[in-house]
């Protein structure tokens, strides 16, 4: 059975169920899609549960707000004390105060609990939590812990560090989630994000650990490094590692749409033993080559798929990538940007993609400039 770490009175599984990537039914890749596959999503839930996996995240948005149904559907068949499950308050779908409790009676009605094990204040960075304290949202989920529809409050992040430091010094936290991964140890600052969270006895919760699966589907040579080292461990396991040999991380979150996936991390994560100072050199030494690649750092988490235009960014950004990393031609890359209904040429700069990424991509200079001068 998979490692488990202590969080107040009991046990979580360091590995999580992340359902912002679940198996669809499409063949196209990293787009913003409700057609979830109900069964193979169910063996993915059942194969977790059945190995220890007590940890399930879903929010609002993700799937086009078909992700909480289907996670509410698919534990349905367990006690509801056997597992925990997790999901966010997206503040900025919240155009008046009331709107709040519009959304949290949604999410339970669309899961189909009572309760929340873990509730977060959603993508909080100045513009979000600027909001949420004009809202009063950390008021609102107090309130509702204390009516017991919710059992521990946490935020997760994507902002500055100034940011971070002023969210932790304004409220109690039971927990919180930043994007922690080998790449984002420097490239995003995650090392003193974590040691800030750690400091103020926060316990983390790691968000894309392997970066999109970017660090996953890694160079020959840096492949070649890691098998060097761990000839039997997969690459991914590397970047699982990596943030599970931090002490202060409660659970690491991984959207994972196979059992080929699921079960490398189940086997990274049973009888897990943390990394010594020279894996640690090896995974640095992964980031300063992955750093010199031309692609673009999108990890199709698809926050900005609520596009005006319905321009479909992280689609057009992984043909791009795919390219990029040798995996299709020029041609190809070409006949696949063709097919997308709304592309590039739709963009009229207006910046909301953008202001909702997590990795700070410039999205309308990539349409505007990098993208037409590729597809042409």
Same mark, same amino acid.
């Given at each position: 059975? %998979?490692?488990?770490?202590?969080?107040?009175?009991?046990?979580?599984?360091?590995?999580?169920?992340?359902?912002?990537?679940?198996?669809?039914?499409?063949?196209?890749?990293?787009?913003?899609?409700?057609?979830?596959?109900?069964?193979?999503? #169910?063996?993915?839930?059942?194969?977790?549960?059945?190995? /220890?996996?007590?940890?399930?995240?879903?929010?609002?948005?993700?799937?086009?707000?078909?992700?909480?149904?289907?996670? &509410?559907?698919?534990?349905?068949?367990?006690?509801?004390?056997?597992?925990?499950?997790?999901?966010?308050?997206?503040? !900025?779908?919240? @155009?008046?105060?009331?709107?709040?409790?519009?959304?949290?009676?949604?999410?339970?009605?669309?899961?189909?609990?009572?309760?929340?094990?873990?509730?977060?204040?959603?993508?909080?960075?100045? $513009?979000?939590?600027?909001?949420?304290?004009?809202?009063?949202?950390?008021?609102?989920?107090?309130?509702?812990? $204390?009516?017991?529809?919710?059992?521990?409050?946490?935020?997760?992040?994507?902002?500055? %560090?100034?940011?971070?430091?002023?969210?932790?010094?304004?409220?109690? !936290?039971?927990?919180?989630?930043? #994007?922690?991964?080998?790449?984002? !140890?420097?490239?995003?600052?995650?090392?003193? #994000?974590? $040691?800030?969270?750690?400091?103020?006895?926060?316990?983390?919760?790691?968000?894309?650990?392997?970066?999109?699966?970017?660090?996953? $589907?890694?160079?020959?040579?840096?492949?070649?490094?890691?098998?060097?080292?761990? @000839?039997?461990?997969?690459?991914?396991? !590397?970047?699982?590692? +990596?943030?599970?040999?931090?002490?202060?991380?409660? *659970?690491?979150?991984? /959207?994972?749409?196979?059992?080929?996936?699921?079960?490398?991390?189940?086997? *990274? +994560?049973?009888?897990?033993?943390? +990394?010594?100072?020279?894996?640690?050199?090896?995974?640095?030494?992964?980031?300063?080559?992955?750093? =010199?690649?031309?692609? %673009?750092?999108?990890?199709?988490?698809?926050?900005?798929?609520?596009?005006?235009? /319905?321009?479909?960014?992280?689609?057009?950004?992984? %043909?791009?990538? #795919?390219? =990029?990393?040798?995996?299709?031609?020029?041609?190809?890359?070409?006949?696949?940007?063709?097919?997308?209904?709304?592309?590039?040429?739709?963009?009229?700069?207006? &910046?909301?993609?953008?202001?909702?990424?997590?990795?700070?991509?410039?999205?309308?200079?990539?349409?505007?400039?990098?993208? @037409?001068?590729?597809?042409?």
């Amino acid at each position: 059975m %998979i490692d488990k770490r202590k969080f107040k009175d009991t046990e979580i599984s360091l590995l999580g169920l992340g359902t912002m990537r679940l198996p669809c039914k499409t063949a196209i890749k990293r787009e913003a899609n409700p057609l979830i596959d109900y069964e193979k999503g #169910q063996e993915l839930v059942d194969y977790a549960y059945n190995h /220890g996996v007590n940890y399930f995240d879903t929010a609002y948005m993700y799937h086009v707000g078909k992700s909480e149904k289907f996670i &509410g559907t698919a534990l349905k068949k367990y006690p509801r004390e056997s597992f925990y499950l997790a999901d966010k308050l997206p503040i !900025w779908l919240c @155009p008046k105060k009331s709107d709040m409790e519009k959304v949290f009676s949604k999410q339970l009605s669309r899961t189909g609990m009572d309760y929340f094990d873990f509730y977060l204040l959603h993508s909080l960075n100045k $513009e979000n939590f600027d909001k949420c304290e004009k809202f009063g949202a950390y008021d609102f989920v107090v309130k509702k812990k $204390e009516e017991g529809k919710i059992k521990n409050i946490g935020f997760s992040f994507h902002g500055t %560090i100034e940011d971070l430091k002023r969210i932790v010094a304004s409220h109690k !936290w039971d927990f919180a989630q930043i #994007q922690m991964n080998y790449l984002d !140890w420097k490239n995003q600052d995650a090392k003193t #994000q974590y $040691e800030i969270l750690t400091d103020a006895g926060i316990p983390v919760i790691v968000m894309e650990p392997v970066r999109g699966g970017k660090l996953a $589907e890694v160079d020959s040579d840096i492949e070649e490094m890691f098998k060097k080292a761990r @000839p039997n461990n997969s690459v991914a396991s !590397w970047a699982m590692s +990596f943030v599970a040999s931090h002490s202060n991380v409660l *659970t690491v979150l991984s /959207g994972m749409n196979t059992i080929e996936q699921l079960d490398d991390n189940i086997s *990274t +994560f049973t009888d897990f033993t943390p +990394f010594t100072e020279s894996e640690y050199k090896i995974c640095e030494n992964a980031c300063a080559m992955l750093n =010199k690649s031309e692609v %673009i750092p999108c990890t199709g988490c698809d926050y900005c798929a609520d596009c005006p235009q /319905g321009i479909k960014i992280s689609t057009i950004f992984d %043909i791009y990538n #795919q390219f =990029k990393k040798s995996e299709i031609s020029k041609d190809e890359a070409v006949n696949l940007y063709s097919k997308i209904d709304v592309n590039a040429s739709a963009c009229v700069n207006c &910046g909301k993609c953008a202001s909702h990424c997590p990795q700070s991509i410039d999205i309308p200079d990539k349409m505007n400039n990098l993208i @037409p001068e590729f597809f042409k």
